[in-house]
């Protein structure tokens, strides 16, 4: 069975994202979201979280965190902290989340070492490539 998918971030950066997602790689079923509000703080978020994961008690779980040092990915740390079937990607973003919902790997250790590299790439300044000048005619 593929890892429950759990999307944290500042706002409602991480319910944006799935939508996203939702319209580039089709309906994500497994995927939920925990937005953390300004009032939420550590205990408000935790307590969020352990309402998606108090119902996926058997699953393997990986949670992608906007922020790494931030309080919804020091909320997810906290509760790996206390589960073995939890794992926390930070770096939130959208190549993330489509590779992670589209991948058929079902172990999660797995599945973590190939979206690493993926996530990662998705950042990258983008240049113009320069054309020779016999490259203009037709």
């Given amino acids: 069975m593929k890892p429950k ?6 706002g409602k950066m991480a ?6 997602a939702k319209m580039i790689a089709g309906d994500l ?13 550590l205990d408000g978020t935790q307590q ?32 790996m ?10 770096g939130l973003n959208l190549a993330l989340v489509i590779e992670a919902a589209l991948s058929p790997i079902e172990d999660i250790d797995e599945l973590v070492a190939y979206l690493l590299p993926i996530g990662k790439d998705a950042v990258a300044a983008i240049e ?7 490259e203009y005619e037709e």
Avoid: F, W
């Fill in 5 to 10: 998918i759990i999307l944290m971030s500042h």
């Fill in 48 to 79: 969020k979280l352990k309402a998606i994961l108090d119902k996926t008690e058997e699953e393997q779980v990986l949670i992608l965190a906007d922020l790494k040092g931030g309080t919804p990915c020091n909320a997810a740390m906290m509760e």
């Fill in 81 to 90: 902290g206390t589960r073995e079937n939890i794992r926390v990607i930070s």
């Fill in 29 to 41: 079923a497994a995927a939920e979201v925990v937005s953390m509000e300004e009032h939420d703080g």
């Fill in 128 to 134: 113009l490539l320069e054309l020779d000048d016999d």
């Fill in 15 to 20: 319910y944006e994202t799935l939508q996203s």
